[in-house]
């Protein structure tokens, strides 16, 4: 389903008051936030290559740019603009795949910063000039034997992102699997709405007087 249809699923299985929407939209895309996050884990913890069909790909029209930082001199990639990735536990976290433009110009390989440290400083890695190691930090990913063709074609991302950054319009997997009370997807997210209590309302006011 597309975005927009999954918001409108968990608002219209939700309980109402009288004829006015019980949650506000952007409370349901908190909670479809956290929860579809839950379930992404719980893939993870299946088999974390399953997370690659939940993805969502940048850099496929035009290309990420590769850049470098003197200071460090490290290469390294910015995440596109206004996007985070949700992060798990292995050394990928929520980058799940980096290409080239043309396929195969080059494989990466996720390393963890420490690893990133310790082979700076020399190691049998410079004689693989065909692989290029990437560690995933916050805001961007930095890089180890990067080339030169590379840095001039940029590259492409595979992200595993929060649902409130997919558009309306975008497609978005969910994970038809059960969690350890054998909730799925649906049930969960509506199991959390629950939580926010109701307005109590009262004759003669409005929906919104009612709030105050």
């Known amino acids: 389903m597309i975005k927009q249809e999954i918001r409108s699923l968990i608002i219209n299985l939700s309980p109402k008051y009288e004829e006015t929407e019980r949650h506000h939209p952007r409370v349901v895309d908190s909670v479809i936030e956290k929860v579809l996050a839950e379930f992404y884990n719980l893939v993870f913890l299946r088999s974390p290559l399953e997370l690659q069909r939940h993805t969502k ?27 985070d990735i949700i992060p798990f536990p292995d050394k990928a976290s929520g980058v799940r795949r980096i290409s080239t433009p043309i396929q195969g110009g080059a494989t990466f390989y996720p390393m963890d910063v420490r690893e990133m440290d310790l082979i700076q400083s020399g190691s049998y890695v410079h004689t693989l000039t065909d692989k290029v190691g990437y560690a995933t930090r916050r ?21 595993i992102i929060p649902f409130s950054q997919f558009l309306d319009t975008d497609t978005v997997l ?28 009262f004759e003669n006011k409005t929906f919104e007087e009612n709030k105050q």
């Open 57 to 83: 790909q940048f850099g496929y029209t035009v290309a990420i740019a590769v850049a470098y930082e003197a200071a460090t001199q490290l290469y390294y990639s910015n995440l596109p603009t206004g996007i």
């Open 139 to 159: 805001t961007r990913i930095e890089y180890y034997n990067m080339s030169a063709a590379i840095v001039t074609s940029g590259v492409r991302l595979d992200l």
């Open 174 to 201: 969910v994970p038809e699997l059960v969690n350890n009370d054998g909730q799925g997807f649906i049930d969960r997210a509506l199991q959390v709405l629950s939580a926010v209590k109701p307005v109590e309302l």
